[in-house]
T-cell receptor
Framework: DQQVKQNSPSLSVQEGRISILNCDYT??????FLWYKKYPAEGPTFLIS?????DKNEDGRFTVFLNKSAKHLSLHIVPSQPGDSAVYFC?????????????FGKGTKLSVKP | DVKVTQSSRYLVKRTGEKVFLECVQD?????MFWYRQDPGLGLRLIYF???????EKGDIPEGYSVSREKKERFSLILESASTNQTSMYLC???????????FGPGTRLTVT
């Protein structure tokens, strides 16, 4: 049973517009959420995170929103750039689980067109 | 900057061979992880370790084992490689807060 779901396998956006990547989760014990970006043939790199006690975290062009009641989080990229084209993974940490063990979604491939 | 290195970027092995994938991190992190990434399946946790000589099974440990003799080094072992173990293997290490895992560049393993 997937605890972290990224229902859109791909997303295409025009350069300069907003990219919105979505993630849903089922486990209310998740206390920390992270977004990773992955280019082909490279390891994922950390992008931004949010604690479950917050509803928004912003870092430059990247903002993560958390809606705990809906068990939903989203990553907004504004403005989108061609270099943002990558696979984005949403991940969650289970407070009750093994230390540091993250559960990843299947990823969303973002394509930003010039 | 945290650095996580993996012994090989690309590896081709034959069915039945024993395969060693090594991972080294330079930030004194207690926690280390091995994942595999397959198209449409995302990152799946194979094994992790939260201390030297300690290991725990992840979601898909079958066909794999691990070794952590030193804090900085975490090895993944395929005892008898099979074609369904053809995949991208990713190692990660982690500090406690904010649970940010640092990934190595990955090893693309092909088993023929």
């Amino acid at each position: 049973d997937q605890q972290v779901k990224q229902n859109s396998p791909s997303l295409s956006v025009q350069e300069g517009r907003i990219s919105i990547l979505n993630c849903d989760y089922t486990n209310s014990m998740f206390d920390y959420f992270l977004w990773y970006k992955k280019y082909p043939a490279e390891g994922p790199t950390f992008l931004i995170s949010i604690s479950s006690i917050k509803d928004k975290n912003e870092d430059g062009r990247f903002t993560v929103f958390l809606n705990k009641s809906a068990k939903h989080l989203s990553l907004h990229i504004v403005p989108s750039q061609p270099g943002d084209s990558a696979v984005y993974f949403c991940a969650a940490r289970n407070y009750g689980g093994s230390q540091g063990n993250l559960i990843f979604g299947k990823g969303t491939k973002l394509s930003v067109k010039p | 900057d945290v650095k996580v290195t993996q012994s090989s970027r690309y590896l081709v092995k034959r069915t039945g061979e024993k395969v060693f994938l090594e991972c080294v991190q330079d930030m004194d992190h207690e926690n280390m992880f091995w994942y595999r990434q397959d198209p449409g399946l995302g990152l799946r946790l194979i094994y992790f370790s939260y201390d030297v000589k300690m290991k725990e099974k992840g979601d898909i440990p079958e066909g794999y084992s691990v070794s952590r003799e030193k804090k900085e080094r975490f090895s993944l072992i395929l005892e008898s490689a099979s074609t369904n173990q053809t995949s991208m293997y990713l190692c990660a290490s982690m500090r406690s807060l904010p649970y940010e895992q640092y990934f190595g560049p990955g090893t693309r393993l092909t088993v023929t």
